[in-house]
């Protein structure tokens, strides 16, 4: 599939925003089979696009929930603890 580095950007930018691949494929105009195919595939540009958007709203949004939860946060504390608890099972299992 051929995305430019425009379109990178933007694929990144709307997974940052928790859109779906095939509304991101909607938004650009792009083939949704074709472009939902290419997410799926590790290690491409626009699968590493898509990776890097979601997970950088993932980071932010942890950081300030750790931020909260130090602060006091029942919820937050709450949240913190099943991160916390995730890791330790993925640490287990990697």
């Known amino acids: 599939m051929?995305?430019?580095?425009e379109q990178l950007k933007q694929i990144e930018k709307l997974a940052a925003l928790f859109l779906s691949p095939e509304e991101i494929a909607l938004k650009l105009r792009l083939d949704v089979?074709?472009?939902?195919k290419e997410v799926k595939?590790?290690?491409?540009?626009v699968n590493i696009a898509f990776e890097t958007g979601n997970l950088d709203s993932e980071i932010e949004?942890?950081?300030?929930?750790?931020?909260?939860?130090?602060?006091?946060s029942p919820q937050a504390q709450t949240l913190?603890?099943?991160y916390i608890q995730h890791q330790?099972?993925?640490e287990k299992l990697g």
């Open 33 to 36: 089979k074709k472009f939902t």
């Open 41 to 45: 595939r590790k290690n491409s540009e």
């Open 88 to 90: 330790k099972m993925k």
């Open 61 to 72: 949004i942890r950081d300030q929930i750790v931020k909260m939860a130090k602060l006091g």
């Open 80 to 82: 913190t603890v099943k």
């Open 2 to 5: 051929n995305i430019s580095t």
